[in-house]
C-alpha cells in the first residue's frame, strides 16, 4: 500500500481504559487512515547484532552518514516514543525519533503505536552522548500490530506455570530464556559438527513402531486407522540404529530425535524428549567413553569457550578423560555390601533390605536390580564431576556383552553428573543366539509383571541374525546435557515446549 503523508492531527484518538481495546482501537484507526497495520514483507540491510559489532568503534557523540535499513519489536520507549529500544532475533539497538530526523507521517504514528509492536527503520547511525548506539530516524513503517500488552518490563514473566504454557510470552519478556534456548540450539549444531568430523552419518528412523524396545519403559499408544492397528511412540533409537548397521548403510551411524516414555514428570523428567544415540563398527563401550567426552567437552567450548562450567555451586569440568568406576567396587566403598561376593539373589535382596529397611524391593528383584537400587541409593547422587560408572550387572542390560572376567557383569558404562544419568553406552551384543534368550527373557520377566503388550522385536532379531559386526553404541540425554551447560535446573525450562496437564 502507497505511504500517505499523515499529520498529528489525523492520528488523535479517543483514549481507552482497557489496554486491549485501546490497542483494537487503534488498529482500527490505521485502518480508516489507509495504513496497513501488516504489509507482506520488509528488506533489512543489518540486524542489532551486526551494527553493535560494525560500529563498536564509534566515539560518544559521533554521528555517520552510514544509511541502515532495520526491522524488529518495540521492547522499550521513552520520552514519548522518542527513543525506543528495538529488539530483533540477534540483538538490541536503540531508536531515536524526532522531526528534525523523520518525516511527518512517522511522527504521527508515534500515536498508534504501542510496546510489542513491529517496526521498520530507515535512518542513520550515531553513538550517543551517552554511549547508546542508536539509528536516527528517518522513516518508521508499522509492520505488525500486537493486540495483546506486554509483560510489565522490570519483573517481566516469573511465574514458572506461566511461562512454560506461553512460551511465546516468555520468550519475548525474559531475556534469561531467549539465552537458553539459543544455547540449546547451538549446542545440537555443535554436536552435529562433532559426529561429522567423527564420519558419522545421521540417518532417521521411524518414530511409529510397531514393537516398541531398546529400553524399559512403559509407551504411549495410537492407531493407525488405514491398516486398523496399534502402533506405539518409539521409547528408544536403538533397535533401528542397529538395523542400519547391520545392513551395510554405514559404519558409523546417528540420529538426534525425540522419543516418548508414557511415565510421569520430574525436574529431569519429560514424557516427550530429546536422544542422541550413535552406533560405531568395530567398537566397544571404552571407545564410546572417548565419543562422550569429546561431545561433551565441544560442547562446553561451544557455549562457553572454557572446559568448565558453572551449575549452580559447582564448578563442573568436562574435559576428559572422565574418571571410571566400577559399580560394584563404588557400592561396596559407600555401603560395604560386597554384591560380587554374595551368591544369589536373595541374598542380595537381604542385603539390601538390612541395609535400607525403608526401601521398596520387589519380591522376585534380580541380583543385578538390587545392586544397581544400592547404587541409586549410596552413590548415584554423589557423582558431581563428570564420570563413567562401569561394570553394570547383565541382567540390567539385556543388550550388551558380557565382561569376560565375570559372566554375571556387562561392557558398559552410563556417565554421571550433578548425580544425574547424561549418557548410557554398550559394547553392542552381537551374537543371534545370546541376543534371543534374553530379549526372550526380558520379555518373559514383563509379562510376569503384567506389562502384557511386551513384545519379541522380530526384525530386530533378524537383523542380528543376519549379522552384526562388533559394536559401540550409545545414546547421549541431550536435554540434561543443555540443563547442565545452562546452569538449568528444570528440564521444562530447556524444551520450548514441554508436556503440560491440561487446564481446568
Known sequence: MTRKELT???????????????????????LALGVDPYPTTWRVTHRAADLQHQYAHLEDGEVTEDRVVIAGRITASRNSGMFRDLRDGSGRIQVFTHKEHADETSIALKTLIDLGDFIGVEGHVRRTPAGELTVNAEKITLLTKTLLPMPEKHHGVTDSEVRTRNRTLDLIANERSREVFQARFRAIAEIR??????????????????????????????????????????????????RTLAGGLADRVYEIGRVFRNEGVSTRHNPEFT??????????????????????????????GSAEVTFGEHTLTFKGP????????????????????????????????AKFPDLEIEADATWGECLEEAFAEA?????????????????????????????????????????????????????????????????????????????????????????????????????????????????????LYPALRAKG
Not at 8 to 29: F, G, H, N
Open 379 to 495: 552413590v548415584e547422587p554423589t557423582l558431581i564431576q563428570p564420570t563413567h560408572v562401569t561394570h553394570f550387572p547383565k541382567d540390567i542390560s539385556p543388550l550388551a556383552k558380557s565382561d569376560p572376567n565375570d559372566p554375571r557383569l556387562v561392557e558398559r558404562f552410563e556417565t554421571f553428573c550433578n548425580g544425574w544419568e547424561i549418557a548410557n553406552a554398550f559394547s553392542e551384543l552381537n551374537d543371534p543366539v545370546e541376543q534371543r534368550a534374553r530379549m526372550v527373557d526380558q520379555v518373559e520377566q514383563a509379562h510376569a509383571r503384567g506389562e502384557d503388550a511386551r513384545e519379541l522385536d522380530e526384525d530386530f532379531l533378524a537383523a542380528i541374525e543376519q549379522g552384526m559386526p562388533p559394536t559401540g553404541g550409545l545414546g547421549i540425554g541431550v536435554d540434561r546435557l543443555i540443563m547442565l551447560m545452562t546452569d538449568t535446573h528444570t528440564i521444562r525450562d530447556v524444551i
Open 193 to 242: 559438527k562433532i559426529m561429522a568430523g567423527e564420519d558419522f552419518l545421521e540417518v532417521e528412523t521411524p518414530v511409529l513402531h510397531q514393537v516398541y524396545g531398546g529400553a524399559s519403559a512403559d509407551p504411549f499408544m495410537t492407531h493407525y486407522n488405514a491398516v486398523d492397528q496399534d502402533m506405539y511412540l518409539r521409547i528408544a533409537l536403538e533397535l533401528h540404529l542397529k
Open 322 to 353: 572422565f574418571p571410571r568406576l566400577p559399580m560394584p567396587q563404588a557400592v561396596k566403598d559407600a555401603t560395604g555390601l560386597d554384591f560380587l561376593a554374595m551368591a544369589d539373589a536373595a541374598e542380595a535382596r537381604a542385603a539390601l533390605k
Open 8 to 30: 498529528v492531527e489525523d492520528t488523535k484518538i479517543q483514549p481507552s481504559a482497557d489496554p486491549i481495546q485501546a490497542r483494537k482501537d487503534k488498529l482500527d484507526k490505521l
Open 275 to 304: 536422544m542422541l544415540e550413535a552406533y560405531q563398527a568395530y567398537a566397544d563401550y571404552t571407545d564410546m567413553m572417548a565419543l562422550t567426552e569429546k561431545i561433551a567437552e565441544g560442547v562446553a567450548l561451544a557455549l562457553h
